[in-house]
């Protein structure tokens, strides 16, 4: 599996979300569909944060080019936010895209950037424009997620429909192309996952049209709310974390509390507006390959990392695990659950007797998945048990055997009967325990009379025969 990380130790915006992609190894040219579509231009440069090479992505309105004809102030231009003297415009209590970094002399062009605008639309009128740009489903559904969580944060601060909902400069022209630009360069990089660890969103507070409000701005901390999103403050006085760049992060990522596990293949740094005089302004991305997953490889190939691939002599898996309390399912709808979920990705189901509130007797069904599956075992369980709620805990792994099915055949009263083992080995290939299919076992049992269990220890003892004869015998 293929994780994508994002490093937000000094927050994110959407044009640091697009340069640290196209860094990390995103076609530029994937862009394209959005220059079709609106009258804009990506400008794709680099710079220098604090001695690391980084990054610059800038999106420019055509009608504007002109100005680079004519002489070039410095009026810093953040992810769409007029920087005057460091102090932010305001996000009028909108989610807004202004990203509080001001690039100073860090080599960035210094042409009219498009700075939220173009019309200002209402959420309705973003996703007709979204859906009419060709784009590939999955791009098109994360870019609306993205929007559909700008359009939540803002309802909710105003009491608003979201059908009614006024964006302003994240319904700019720029704005629509930070986040379906994010959604094309995520697509052209093909990875399996993307996570995002705790991300910071500086400190201080913003004047805005409504007052003085302090860092993070309410629609970060709506979208953050919504998205499950792990925010921190600092460490510098400044935004740094934008309703966009929360939006896009929020739509895409799985907020972990650290790093994973993961042997790095490519690693882009994606430049901010501002330069800190201690530290990059810089969005990291790194692109690697999840070493939990990797229970099929080789325990030598999985060593070259220097990352120890086992404990205990068992296999690392990475995994989910979610949890749900019941109290109004029928035991038909429970006993099935293992043959549901498992259709919709589930490795393990199981349902323990609990008691609830006001004493009354419930159940606690608890699954555990690959991460990749959530979402639809999520679905599936919700729509099997009507739960109001699904819980995801802090698990990240499982530690699992190296497992193979072997085949035993046993003669009984002169007939012969292929019964199924499960053989459980370490990743050194030490085989410590054996255990015959139930169901294969039942059925000889029923054709011959034998008690099951009779049966189980036949089969058991055939294969553990058969390893001595090949020399892999081993104390099970």
């Keep these: 599996m293929n994780t994508l990380a994002f490093d937000g130790r000094t927050g994110a915006a959407g044009d640091m979300i697009c340069a640290a992609l196209i860094a990390a190894g995103g076609d530029p040219a994937v862009l394209a569909p959005i220059e079709d579509a609106l009258p804009v231009r990506f400008d794709v440069g680099?710079?220098?944060?604090?001695?690391?090479?980084?990054?610059?992505?800038?999106?420019?309105?055509l009608e504007?080019?002109?100005?680079?004809?004519?002489?070039?102030?410095?009026?810093?231009?953040?992810?769409h936010l007029h920087d005057h003297d460091d102090q932010s415009h305001g996000h009028d209590d909108h989610p807004h895209e202004h990203?509080?970094?001001?690039h100073g002399h860090d080599h960035f062009h210094d042409h009219s950037h498009a700075e939220g605008s173009g019309a200002h639309r209402t959420y309705p009128e973003v996703v007709a424009i979204v859906e009419g740009m060709g784009l590939p489903a999955s791009v098109e559904e994360n870019a609306l997620v993205a929007f559909e969580l700008l359009g939540e944060a803002e309802a909710s601060i105003h009491g608003t429909d979201l059908a009614e909902t006024h964006f302003h400069e994240v319904g700019a022209d720029d704005a629509i192309a930070d986040v379906v630009g994010a959604c094309l360069l995520l697509a052209d990089l093909e990875v399996d996952r993307v996570v995002t660890g705790p991300l910071s969103v500086g400190d201080g507070e913003l004047e805005m049209d409504h007052g003085t409000y302090p860092i993070p701005a309410p629609a970060v901390v709506e979208i953050a709310d919504r998205a499950g999103l792990t925010l921190r403050g600092g460490p510098v006085e400044a935004e740094l974390l934008t309703p966009t760049g929360a939006a896009i992060l929020g739509a895409v990522a799985e907020s972990v509390p650290t790093l994973p596990e993961i042997a790095v293949t490519a690693a882009g740094y994606g430049a901010g507006r501002r330069s800190f005089p201690d530290r990059p302004n810089v969005l990291r991305a790194l692109i690697g390959r999840s070493i939990e997953e990797e229970t099929d490889r080789s325990r030598d190939e999985r060593s070259r990392g220097g990352l120890s691939p086992s404990r205990g002599g068992l296999v690392r898996d990475e995994?989910?695990?979610?949890?749900?309390?019941?109290?109004?399912?029928?035991?038909?709808?429970?006993?099935?659950?293992?043959?549901?979920?498992?259709?919709?990705?589930?490795l393990d189901v199981s349902v323990v007797p609990a008691t609830m509130k006001k004493s009354r007797p419930g159940?606690?069904?608890?699954?555990?998945?690959?991460p990749a599956d959530v979402d639809a075992v999520v679905e599936r369980l919700a729509l099997e048990t009507g739960t109001l709620g699904i819980r995801e805990s802090s698990a990240r792994h499982r530690w699992i055997a190296e497992r193979s099915i072997e085949t035993a055949t046993i003669d009984v009263a002169g007939d012969l009967h292929d019964v199924d083992v499960k053989v459980a080995a370490t990743a050194d290939?030490?085989?410590?325990?054996?255990?015959?299919?139930?169901?294969?076992?039942?059925a000889v049992a029923r054709e011959t009379g034998l008690p099951v269990r009779e049966v189980m220890c036949r089969a058991e003892e055939r294969v553990r025969e058969d390893a001595r004869d090949t020399g892999a015998e081993d104390g099970s």
Excluded: F, M, W
């Excluded at 990203?99 to 001001?102: G, I």
């Design 363 to 370: 159940h606690l069904v608890t699954v555990v998945c690959d």
């Design 429 to 442: 290939g030490e085989v410590y325990d054996r255990s015959a299919e139930y169901d294969d076992a039942l």
């Design 319 to 346: 995994v989910a695990v979610l949890e749900t309390n019941v109290d109004d399912v029928s035991p038909e709808v429970l006993g099935g659950l293992q043959e549901t979920l498992a259709a919709a990705g589930a």
């Design 99 to 102: 990203d509080d970094h001001s």
């Design 46 to 61: 680099e710079t220098t944060k604090n001695g690391i090479r980084a990054t610059t992505v800038d999106v420019r309105l």
């Design 64 to 79: 504007d080019e002109i100005e680079d004809e004519r002489p070039h102030g410095h009026h810093g231009h953040g992810d």
